[in-house]
């Protein structure tokens, strides 16, 4: 059995917190106090929720429901104080988080094939880089394939991660037809017995029909050549990203059968909220973070973590 | 589905239209439409909450304007103020002396190295000669992906293979320029986030050293709420002279824009339309606030039009219509020259969202891929077929379909377009006739 995740990592709380720590040294948010308790559950508190959610990227929609959720018990008396709406909020918000039943990322015979997508620069070939390192550390052998033939240096950047995981990677000259590169990835992986494939492909905008077009003939193409494949399709998204990020989830899903997103920058000061509102509707789980550019910073998504630093 | 911020105005304002008068409880209805629509178009909440009380203060003060009704009104109202936040536009700053140095500056995968080449291009089809350097030491084949670049657009690049300091690449880099003459050194750097304070202070030095005439933040246009914190630190630390709106020909309807000019009041100075080198633009407020507002980007497909266009040819198509000889070989004349102005997802884009065409499925299909397989079948046509299209019999369209490795059906297809289109034309230039006026401007009829 091949697993996508190696050991639980301890370290991910710590990891986490520090991002989020340099984050408040820039922007004190004032929710903390705000939810300290002993306040009145009104108008104006609710109003203030609202910003910080809007603020945090959850957007209008699920900014909404989830304190129209919140009156509603307030006005049930359920909860009556302003403390009881932080476990309350946290609560919700994990809830939404940790609904998706997530595949357990295995299966039966080698080789796993990951498919990485998404639109451009959201950190697709670091992201690679990184998960690379984990699958190495849990002893699998991991083979890079450089399908992002289209991008300048996209080959020579993954080729470096490649050099620094010492794995080998299977190329074409820029230019070749990404599916062609595919076929001789997964060939060689299946010749070489090796665990699990990751193919880069190229970024590109949700929003060009002949691109995606393109993606879904790289996954016949990789369905051919090993049953089953691509077993993972890792849309990778940028915490940065603004509403338009569920656009980009609805899409990739609807052509390239997104199994799982990988939450990347979150290192910065964006908390990444339009990830809720995608697993809220599209059910997608959210599989890692990524907090840095080191080859380690790459963890598994914990729901609990990400909440309170939605919340902080 | 995903409402886009025009969506959203045009509801709003639907609501307000056959009003008589514009009452106060009429006004914050919309309103409210016109925010969830700032805020779904990923416009900052504080400068959207902004914007909103001073568009409310003036459409409440503002006078009774008999020609025009209380929704033009305010939309009139919503359109100044987005234009006036947005400002003027604003021509790029070169330094007295040349070389004059573009600093470009944002954060990871905003688009810097492309925007770069963009640049670069740019700036030499305007009679410059730039010369592109990567200070980018970080990033794996982050130096290698600018020199491939600016070999794709076409513009000299800087290796500086031997150095490993980016304050001694750039200067080195400006050594270069002098020698080769160039007058613009564009400065592309790593990406970086704007709380890194050793990157940050990176950035601070480079500035310092090179006295750069354009500090250019390349912003993606799908960021969100976080941009006004982005934006602002990188413009607290340097002083931005300009903003960069990369990856615009996506859905995004380039609501960061605002924040970020609102932020930092520096001007946007260009936008990023695609992945060529030459997808590049200057940015026109005017028109992001007409796009904005479902009025479509007439001006720039307008402009385009003329830029791309063989007059010559136009009015020879004119004449044609005139004398109704629209032959196939004119329909593939069309389709070229449609062709040479840009992607047609580009010009799909720019049309106006209102009217007979709000209806557009906002993921046309345009298949360039189809427009190919129609000129590869008008191409293996004989030039007597492609005169007259009563030759083609059903034995001389299984030659096309060979020739243009199609089948027969699709022959038929693009017959069946073509007549279509010969029997608009037709009917057009007898409307023509009748009102006595032609084809509009291009003359009288014969």
Known sequence: ?312 | MFETLTEKFQRAFKNLRGQGKLTEEHLDVALGEIRDALLEGDVNLKVADELLASIRAKALGSEVMLQLSPDQQVVKIVRDELGSLLGDQSKPRYAAKPPSVWLIVGLQGSGKTTTTGKIGRWLQHNGHRPLVVSTDVYRPAAREQLAQVARGAGVACFPAANLSQPLDIARAALREAKLSASDVVLVDTAGRLHIDDELMAELAELKKELQPAEILFIADAMIGQDAVRSAGEFHRRLGLTGIALTKLDGDARGGAALSIRKVTGAPVKFVGLGEKYDALEPFYPDRIVSRILGMGDMLSLIERAEQTLDRRKAEDLAKKLRREEFSLEDFRDQLQQVKKMGSLEQLVGMLPKIGPLQNLPKDLDVDERRLKRVEAIINSMTAAERADHHLIDGKRRKRIARGSGTTVQDVNDVLKQYMEMRRMIKQYGALGRMKGRGLGKLGSPS
Do not use: Y
């Open chain 1, 1 to 312: 059995m091949i697993t996508l995740f190696g050991p639980p990592e301890p370290t991910l709380a710590e990891r986490l917190k520090k991002s989020v720590s340099r984050t408040r040294e820039v922007l004190t948010m004032p929710l903390g106090e705000l939810l300290a308790g002993g306040q009145k559950i009104d108008e104006a508190l609710l109003k203030k929720l609202e910003t910080a959610l809007l603020s945090a990227d959850l957007g209008v929609r699920t900014t909404r429901e989830v304190l129209a959720a919140l009156r509603e018990e307030a006005e049930q008396q359920k909860i009556t104080d302003s403390g009881q709406v932080r476990a309350e909020l946290k609560k919700k918000l994990s809830g939404i988080l940790c609904a998706p039943a997530a595949r357990n990322g295995t299966v039966e015979s080698a080789p796993m094939v990951i498919f990485v997508v998404g639109v451009n620069g959201t950190g697709k070939t670091t992201t690679i880089g990184k998960l690379a390192n984990r699958l190495r550390k849990d002893n699998r052998s991991v083979l890079l394939c450089a399908a992002d033939t289209f991008r300048a240096a996209a080959v020579e950047q993954l080729e470096i991660w490649a050099r620094r995981n010492g794995i080998e990677m299977v190329r074409q000259k820029t230019g070749a037809d990404p599916a062609a590169v595919v076929f001789d990835g997964l060939a060689a992986a299946r010749a070489r017995g090796v665990d699990v494939v990751i193919v880069d492909t190229a970024g590109r905008l949700h929003t060009k029909s002949n691109l995606m077009a393109e993606l879904e003939k790289m996954k016949r193409t990789a369905a051919k050549q090993v049953a089953g494949a691509p077993h993972e399709v890792l849309l990778v998204l940028d915490a940065t990203t603004g509403q338009n990020g569920l656009a980009q989830a609805r899409e990739f899903t609807e052509h390239a059968g997104v199994t799982g997103l990988v939450l990347t920058k979150l290192d910065g000061t964006a908390k990444g909220g339009i990830a809720v509102a995608i697993v809220r509707e599209l059910g997608l789980p959210i599989r890692f973070v990524g907090t840095g550019e080191q080859i380690d910073d790459l963890l598994p998504f914990d729901a609990a973590t990400f909440v309170n630093s939605l919340l902080d």
